[in-house]
């Protein structure tokens, strides 16, 4: 069989497949789970830094390893899952990430937290490129709206980390975290649900999967390369306001300790109302348009994020969170489509480097605020977008198409 037909009759069969709502919704449920449990690591910062007396640089290390590790195994596990799929590992990882849970409850010592962390990172570095190839299954011709409610579950449990600090931690402090072994075994147990599915599915699955090749590899890859430049700045910028902001409106603009999250939590509900929104928008324009539009769109807003005060912080950092993320779940189904028959591996190294760029953002960013003040950190979050102008260097959609049918 030729690339060309491999990659026509790969194309039929997705176009021919249903979108299964009922997957797609449970998958993205198990992601809010999920993420809700990296959500208390930012939440606790604040708890944290006063029980363990830690310097910015020593918080930013704390989101580092977490993020980290999430990042070096999530392409790992894509390559794995890509080779021969294993739809029950899911259900294990987040056990892991509820014991990451307990130990961190129970820490009373900087390396222990580290520690605690790192098997967050791990349980989610397993879960993300398997979740990923369900979504894409299940989502039939409707990619962009398939990953947007995929990558929404996970948005808004990143969301929920300044909530969790207001109602759990500031009540109960650090013995809270031990709450979260609830939710984790929850997503462990709709995860087996999914794995019974998806394992149903696999043999219709490989046969498709089998039939995928691609042309153009050496264009492909290059795109793939400044996509991946573009979500590090924009997970930098994502850090720098989820994990700082807090600090600069108590320090800065003298805000209360409860105004200070709630805006940060309007931040990241924003960010996961755009990640909805941005699927369907992009099915009907054009992920690549959306990509561009997302992020520099954002930059008038991010521009007064340093500057405004009082009640206007609170819609400026909104539409800044609502604009920048719209293309959130935009950017995977892209790149899935840069690499098609690559779903594990590509998406492992577009969640992947999501999370580990902004733990890396946030470890540079606390060592910048220790030197020169959390103000020139802001200032610089708020020059970030403008990483969306290599956006116009990336093929078109229709170029992808034409890639796909084998045409120059």
Not at 11 to 23: D, G
Not at 182 to 204: D, E, F, H, K, T
Request: include cysteine.
């Amino acid at each position: 069989m030729s690339a060309h037909t491999g990659s026509v009759n790969a194309s039929v069969a997705v176009h021919a497949a249903p979108t299964v709502y009922r997957m797609l919704f449970a998958i993205s449920l198990v992601h809010l789970l999920n993420d809700s449990l990296q959500a208390v690591i930012p939440a606790l910062l604040p708890v944290l830094e006063a029980n363990l007396a830690l310097t910015y640089t020593q918080v930013g290390m704390i989101l580092l390893v977490m993020n980290l590790t999430a990042s070096v195994l999530q392409p790992v596990v894509g390559y794995i899952s890509d080779r021969k799929s294993r739809p029950y590992m899911p259900p294990v990882a987040l056990l892991i990430s509820g014991l990451g849970m307990l130990a961190l409850a129970l820490a009373s010592n900087y390396y222990v937290v580290l520690l605690a962390v790192a098997c967050v990172g791990i349980g989610s570095a397993v879960f993300h490129p398997e979740a990923s190839r369900v979504a894409h299954h299940a989502s039939g011709s409707r990619r962009g709206l398939g990953q947007s409610i995929f990558q929404v579950g996970g948005n808004a449990g990143q969301a929920l980390a300044p909530l969790m600090t207001i109602l759990i931690f500031k009540q109960l402090g650090q013995p809270g975290a031990m709450w979260f072994l609830v939710p984790a075994a929850a997503a462990s147990a709709v995860l087996v649900y999914v794995a019974l599915w998806y394992q149903g599915q696999q043999r219709a699955k490989k046969a498709v999967a089998a039939a995928i090749a691609y042309t153009h590899r050496n264009k492909r890859l290059v795109a793939l390369g400044l996509l991946v430049l573009i979500v590090s700045i924009r997970s930098w910028m994502n850090a720098g306001y989820q994990s700082f902001y807090q600090f600069y409106l108590m320090d800065t603009r003298h805000m209360s300790y409860d105004s200070a999250q709630f805006c940060v939590f309007g931040f990241l509900l924003a960010g996961a109302i755009g990640t909805f929104l941005g699927g369907p928008i992009a099915d009907r324009f054009g992920k690549r348009n959306l990509l561009i539009v997302s992020t520099l769109g954002a930059l008038p807003l991010t521009l007064l994020t340093p500057y405004v005060s009082g009640f206007w912080i609170y819609p400026a950092l909104f539409l800044s969170g609502l604009v920048m993320l719209s293309s959130f779940s935009v950017t995977v189904v892209y790149a899935q489509e840069l690499l098609p028959g690559r779903i594990g591996t590509v998406s492992g190294l577009i969640i992947g480097l999501a999370f580990g760029m902004g733990g890396m953002g946030a470890l540079v960013l606390g060592y910048l605020a220790d030197l020169y003040g959390i103000t020139s950190v802001i200032t610089l979050c708020s020059l970030m977008p403008l990483i969306g102008a290599l956006g116009l260097l990336l093929p078109k959609d229709q170029t992808l198409r034409a890639w796909a049918r084998g045409e120059q």
